[in-house]
């Protein structure tokens, strides 16, 4: 069952933080992305929260940097 921890075993390892996104502020990313500026949310869903257009964006967490890089280039 995957909700059952061996007491024994190592707990789950974060993945390293990339380089490029250490000094990185997720507060300030969402304010960007909802901004009426930069007006991200107009076209792409995060968490369920804006528009319909582009692709959802939710899974980025889940992504390494490179690739989310490759989708955008």
Same mark, same amino acid.
């Given at each position: 069952?995957?909700?059952?921890?061996? #007491?024994?075993? *190592?707990?789950?390892? *974060? $993945?390293?933080?990339?380089? *490029?996104?250490?000094?990185? %502020?997720?507060? $300030?990313?969402?304010? &960007? +992305? +909802?901004? *009426?500026?930069?007006?991200? +949310?107009?076209?792409?869903?995060?968490?369920?929260?804006?528009? #319909? &257009?582009?692709?959802?964006?939710? %899974?980025? #967490?889940?992504?390494?940097?490179?690739?989310?890089?490759?989708? &955008?280039?």
């Amino acid at each position: 069952m995957p909700w059952v921890r061996d #007491k024994g075993a *190592e707990p789950p390892t *974060e $993945r390293p933080i990339p380089p *490029e996104l250490v000094d990185g %502020n997720w507060l $300030r990313g969402r304010q &960007i +992305f +909802f901004s *009426e500026q930069a007006m991200c +949310f107009k076209c792409h869903t995060i968490g369920g929260a804006g528009g #319909k &257009i582009g692709p959802d964006l939710s %899974n980025l #967490k889940h992504r390494d940097y490179a690739s989310v890089l490759r989708d &955008i280039e």
